[in-house]
């Protein structure tokens, strides 16, 4: 069958190079586009799995740097009860750290977190009254520490006895080495050293720094000095 052509000008000699015009449909060359599309699909799976992996190492990473300062820098507590006002309040959100006590030894006025005496799965707030090697007694309402009455400013009622203490009026007791004598701010409402006694020094969580919440509360825990 003779090919049918179009000639680019009819001027032009039959011979010279036409435009040709095919009777059936060009072939698609499906080859290419399936490559195409599969070529699409990959780079779409690689883009997630990595941006996958990247999220998953960001997570992991985040974790691993909040174990390890909760675990040895700082940790939450909550204050639960009335024991510390006026200094602390329920439901107040605090900072304590766990790394200054391994360079140096607490100091008398430190807020200190603790483990309970009767229960090492809860964690009391009081602030450090007496120290190791200390002589301590509560006589008409004051503390003295080696016969030294405690200018405790931050205090709003005295400190009293009740009958089943372990502390008694006028008594003088001398604080155990590596131990603390510790007491609520709030005298009249805290279970405290002169219940159960001295603490373990290695009972201690940390101190209190800073209180995060509430916001308008928000800022260092202020220093006492004696």
């Known amino acids: 069958m003779e090919d049918s052509h179009v000639y680019i000008d009819s001027k032009i000699n039959q011979k010279e190079p036409a435009v040709y015009i095919s009777s059936s449909k060009p072939v698609q060359n499906t080859e290419d586009s399936h490559s195409k599309g599969g070529n699409f699909l990959t780079t779409g799976i ?44 329920n439901n107040e959100y605090i900072l304590t750290d766990k790394i200054t006590y391994r360079f140096q030894e607490p100091k008398r006025g430190d807020v200190v977190i603790f483990k309970s005496p009767g229960n090492p799965d809860v964690d009391y707030i009081k602030r450090i009254i007496g120290l190791p090697g200390e002589r301590v007694k509560v006589e008409g309402g004051y503390v003295y520490i080696n016969e030294n009455k405690l200018p405790e400013v931050y205090l709003k009622d005295l400190t009293a006895l009740s009958p089943g203490d372990t502390m008694k009026e006028g008594q003088e007791i001398t604080i155990p ?40 509360e928000f800022g260092l825990v202020p220093q006492v000095t004696y």
């Open 177 to 216: 080495p590596n131990q603390l004598l510790v007491l609520g701010d709030n005298r009249p409402h805290s279970s405290d050293s002169r219940a159960f006694g001295p603490i373990d020094r290695n009972s201690v969580i940390g101190r209190a720094i800073v209180r995060y919440w509430p916001l308008p």
């Open 46 to 89: 690689h883009t997630v799995v990595t941006f996958f992996l990247d999220f998953i190492e960001t997570i992991v990473v985040a974790l691993s740097i909040f174990v390890v300062v909760y675990l040895f820098l700082v940790q939450p507590h909550e204050v639960k009860g009335t024991s510390m006002e006026p200094s602390f309040h």
